[in-house]
């Protein structure tokens, strides 16, 4: 948002740069593991990641349903293909946004009234609702008896996405797209009364910020981007739409992703993705090298959940502006700044 | 850093067209037609809350383009004056006039609408923004566009933008905040910060202007800088203020007239040299109790 | 369907039922009470707190411990929790507003949960306290004899709660540092003695929650899901009253029954896993402190 110091290098180079990486460099040298099971969920979370900042980091409401809206969001998705025949896929990922929006919009009413963990409590009814009724209601599932559906194939203007590099590259467009209309969002005066209701609420109010209207909005684009998440991340990277990944474990990691890598910060929502994906590999690779046998499963569900709940309390205490932060610290230091005026 | 160049917007800004020279000495012509009815007004206003009783049976008239000071000893009530004004307390009893409308309840999110911005004792700026960012969101109440229009930015959008841009840079020049334009609002020293949220509280061109304590915590010589801001916008916009204030030499040389409060009452209302004679008035501050009130008053 | 001779007894019978569940909700709602009346930080690792309370009790027990030395075990090792998390958590965060020490007992919630288990194991324990489980008839209403224990339990430890805030020196000490840290601390009184204190008390609270949860659900990971429960609970009470948090469990556990039973077979059965939610969020929106929270005033 704010940057008081120059750089000898243009600010698009960085992006730019990155996404020569990502659709150029990647889709040559990745092997299919790095597509399914690091990337792909990466940008789904990411993207989940940056709807809720946009919600808890800039707008000051916290949630704690974003996984519901993520479920929300596939299932809407995966309805709306299923039974409108011919339905664009894009259309209904698009659709399915609006599901979540309209969701948002009746769970995000008590953030009228609601203040912090009043609010918070709110939201979680949002996420047992939807998880009860996503179960219950066959309907949902096209009365599939598992309750596990399988997502439809991804193809798009006859193209099919369905490889694995497909589906990166379908996560990757999609992410790419809605990332960079966050980042626009919160660059406008909307973006500001988001900040100026987190901030202080009745000053906004006294200087004219229809604050009613810009929670509501907070939540409805918040949960237009969580509920295309959600889809994404049942469409190009599970493979499959069911409601008991999107419990109230993955909410909390959405809310970790953002508290870890920088609230109110677009970038900070991959930076936080990339750390949270990428760890318990890290992690149980580091496991099984030391402790050999005595590393299975549980030890390595155990030590994962210290060391994400040690590393929140780490960042809240030492680093409250998140990875982005420490990022950008780094960065001043690498790179040496040409005289400012 | 002088100020000759900060008082006076008919000296237009670097960068600036004739548009906004033009739009500067607009604002003036109106000043001196400025109507004859009161922009504010508050009668038989009483306010009470959990047994205390803040504000007992105020009657207070405001003359426009007037710089109108409360004062009175801690407790007496001054900041719940302003708070019912600005919407956020409801009075038990009596109303707010405003222009010829009247209120049992100012509806705080109109009051920009109304043409009233004000400042907060204790800082209301938005972290989050910057100095100019802060300035810019004064205009709030004026921007129309979505956020979809304000996404493509064009059109309508645009135009917002750019206005308010610009007016909120001629405000930081008013205020000699130039300097600091582009830091987050919330790492400036706080004399810095308070004049900040004053940019904020003109940027918005208000028919009336609150202050609540602009001068608290400052020094000398920004209590000086901040008199001379409040009486240039009274002067360059026709702006009607109404301070509350602890500082008496401050208040006496910067007011028209001076309301004083004790204990939820006015006790003296006039010129200020009248009021610093007023003997209930030096009472009040010696802290003489009167019949009427429990000795724990200030409870 | 209402049959037209409404089964009272069945009615008063899932009342009761309701009420005494309220109760244990109660119980935990305690906990949280403590630790906010007195920092204000909505302690998220309460539930994970009574996990690891029941856990290390129930495995003491099982490694041949006998019941009192567990018991003195169990609550040395909630001491030094409390002390421990006041240090290292609470402390570094004195200032920072209670949204963060929400978050960062959140974190902590999941420091317990892992340490708890990597520590004693994932199995599911039964845990046997010694109070039967027969229903006796009161009335013609089955009640469970023990839930009537637990609900003397918990009225005892709110009596002796109750009593201690408002009669005694240190109890008074509590209010004034959650009234007014700053004056707290001017008069002279100890804050960080008085937070570890707190965080202890409420570690007390959850070894009890702990023991007659796990007696009634087996001392499992699941146990740690009553701080959801306890939510809507101390959401209704408001989360600073005692009296609150019993008045609100009570509400809870009678609705949840009560809405399951005659509510809930229009919807197909299941709703207990959100109705609690909807009811405190209809509540908040008519009284967004709670019924005897204290009500903020929104100051300028």
Known sequence: MMNPNASRFPAWLGPVALLAVAYGVLPIVGSSYLFEAILTPFLALSLAAVGLNLLTGYAGQVSLGSAAFMAVGAFAAYNFNLRLPG??????????????????????????????????????????????????????????????????????FGLSFDSSIGRYLFALTIVVVLAWLAQRLVNTQT?????????????????????????LLAFAISSFVIGVAGALWAFAYLRTVEPAGFNLDRSFQVVFIIIIGGLASIRGAFFGAALLVVFPLILSRLGSFLLGDHFDSGVLDMTQHIVLGALIIFFLIAEPDGLVALWDRLKKRLLPIPNNP | MTSTSALSLKRAPAGATAETSEFGRKELRTFPEAASSEPLRLESITLAFGGVTALKDINLAVAPGEIRAIIGPNGAGKSSLLNVISGIYRPQHGLVWIDQQKFARVPTQKLARLGIARTFQNLALFKGLSVLENVVIGRAAVRHANF?????????????????????????????????????????PYGLQKRVELARALVARPKILLLDEPMAGMTATEKQEMTRFVRAAREEFGTTVILIEHDIGIVMGLSDRVAVLDHGRKIADGPPAEVQANQAVIDAYIGVPHDDEPEDAYA | MLMPDFDFLFFAEVLVGGLLAGVMYSLVAIGFVLIYKTSHVLNFAQGSMVLLAALTFVSLLERGVPFWASLLLSLAVMVLLGLAVERTVLRPLVNKPPITLFMATLGLSYVIEGVAQLVWGTQVHGLDLGIDDKPFEVAGILISKFDLVAAGIAAAMVALLTGFFRYTRIGLAFRAAADDQLAAFAVGLRLPRIWAATWVAAGVVSLVAGLLWG??????????????????VLVLGGFDSILGAIVGGLLIGAGEKLSEVYIGPFFGGGIESWFAYVIALMFLLVRPAGLFGRKLVEKA
């Open chain 3, 215 to 232: 007696a009634r659900l087996g001392v499992q990971f699941s146990l740690s899901f009553v701080v959801l429960k306890a939510l809507p």
């Open chain 1, 87 to 156: 339905l664009p896929l894009l259309m209904s990922l698009v659709l399915a946004g609006f599901v979540a929006t309209a969701l948002g919009v009746v769970f995000g009413l008590p953030s009228l009234r609601l203040r912090g963990f009043y609010l918070a409590v709110s939201t979680l009814a949002a996420q047992f609702f939807v998880q009860w009724a996503l179960t219950k209601f066959s309907w949902f599932s096209n009365n599939n008896p598992s309750g596990v559906i399988d997502a439809p194939s991804l193809s798009i």
């Open chain 1, 191 to 215: 973006g500001h009364n988001f900040i100026a209701v987190r901030d202080n609420e009745l000053a906004a109010k006294v200087i004219g910020v229809p604050v009613l209207r810009t929670k």
């Open chain 2, 148 to 188: 979809v229009e304000q996404i493509v930015g064009l059109g309508r959008a645009r135009r917002e933008q750019a206005d308010a841009q610009r007016r909120a840079e001629e405000i930081i020049d008013f205020l000699d905040l130039r300097a600091v334009r582009n830091r987050w609002a919330g790492t400036l």
